[in-house]
């Protein structure tokens, strides 16, 4: 049966779903500046829309094949790495996981390892530079929680920023996800946070510079 996620990992164009309307609405509205005499503002607005376009982009990936490899879910770079007693959303010790999108990086977010997803939750709240550590706990957000095969529950959140105002997720609970999979997206650069369980081997450090879909995070405790 075909689900809305299903539809999501068929890119267009190599141009992400959720960007089409964007890329359409520019084009009309730059072609209407030329048809009407204002040619500077046209080409300012062409630029505006190659630069969407640009930004839209949905290159595919090489997935690893490592068993226990939990890959990344954005581009971007490393922020945060340590241990916490606890989380709101998966109720239980973790080594949380940061990453930063800028507006440059490709904002596509892939799922990090197969499972099935055991709760969405969203949570309203501010627009915080995402950079900072307290956009986790103030700004909007929408947060998977997935059960591995072997039992093991983590927690993929994506985190609304400054600029970044709409969040895109396309599953729902009962999903069964694969690693590696496009599930959304946060438009005009914004932030990630993993909740891994306290025995994963994390193999990245802050300030590294990530890929989705392509760079290992960390590696599940063998089964």
């Given at each position: 049966m075909t689900n809305k996620s299903e539809w999501y990992n068929r890119a267009a164009m190599a141009v992400a779903a959720p960007g089409l309307k964007f890329i359409f609405s520019a084009v009309i509205i730059t072609v209407l500046f030329f048809l009407i005499g204002l040619t500077f503002i046209g080409w300012l607005a062409l630029f505006v829309t190659l630069f969407i376009c640009w930004f839209f982009r949905d290159p595919e990936r090489a997935i690893p094949n490592d068993p226990n490899g939990i890959i990344s879910p954005a581009d971007g770079k490393?922020?945060?790495?340590?241990?916490?007693?606890?989380?709101?959303f998966t109720k239980q010790g973790c080594i949380k996981v940061s990453i930063f999108m800028n507006v440059f990086n490709v904002h596509v977010n892939r799922i990090p390892f197969n499972g099935v997803i055991e709760d969405v939750i969203y949570v309203p709240g501010k627009f915080i530079n995402a950079s900072f550590d307290k956009a986790s706990e103030h700004n909007e957000r929408n947060?998977?929680?997935?059960?591995?095969?072997?039992g093991l529950l983590y927690g993929v959140v994506q985190i609304a920023g400054l600029i970044a105002r709409r969040i895109v997720c396309e599953v729902k609970k009962g999903d069964v996800v694969k690693r590696g999979s496009r599930y959304g997206m946060i438009c005009f650069g914004s932030r990630l946070d993993l909740y891994l369980p306290l025995d994963s081997k994390i193999s990245v450090s802050i300030g590294q510079k990530v890929q989705a879909g392509t760079t290992i995070l960390a590696y599940f405790k063998e089964q």
């Open positions: 490393i922020i945060v790495v340590e241990e916490k007693v606890n989380n709101e947060a998977l929680v997935i059960r591995t095969e072997s």
